[in-house]
């Protein structure tokens, strides 16, 4: 449910670009979304379809870009993909990771007319 609320800011941000590049209508939005956001592509077009009617973004296609989980070892210094969310690095086998990638969200670009 807390979708609801990621697209409420971003349909905001959408709409104050679209206002500055005098748009008359927001077609496509390209949204960059990281496996560790916790964000489901689903839920985002149910409130994004249900929150943007009566606006200029009304009826606009989301496209989804998904960044991969990528963890650093900090004793090692490995980079990582984890398989699974394992978080044990595959070098030292320790757990002591720094998440480097995978909790993007934002809206990568937009195409208005």
Not at 48 to 72: D, E
């Amino acid at each position: 449910m807390h979708e609801q609320g990621i697209v409420e800011a971003l349909l905001a941000l959408a709409l104050e670009n679209a206002e500055k590049a005098k748009a008359n209508k927001i077609l496509r939005i390209y949204l960059v979304v990281g496996e560790l956001s916790g964000v489901l592509d689903e839920a985002v077009d149910f409130y994004f379809s249900f929150l943007s009617r009566n606006t200029i973004a009304a009826g606009a296609s989301l496209f989804f870009n998904h960044i991969p989980a990528q963890l650093r070892c900090r004793n090692c210094n490995t980079i990582f993909t984890p398989e699974k969310l394992d978080l044990h690095c595959p070098n030292c086998k320790e757990q002591q990771v720094e998440i480097i990638a995978g909790r993007e969200l934002y809206i990568d670009s937009m195409e208005v007319e």
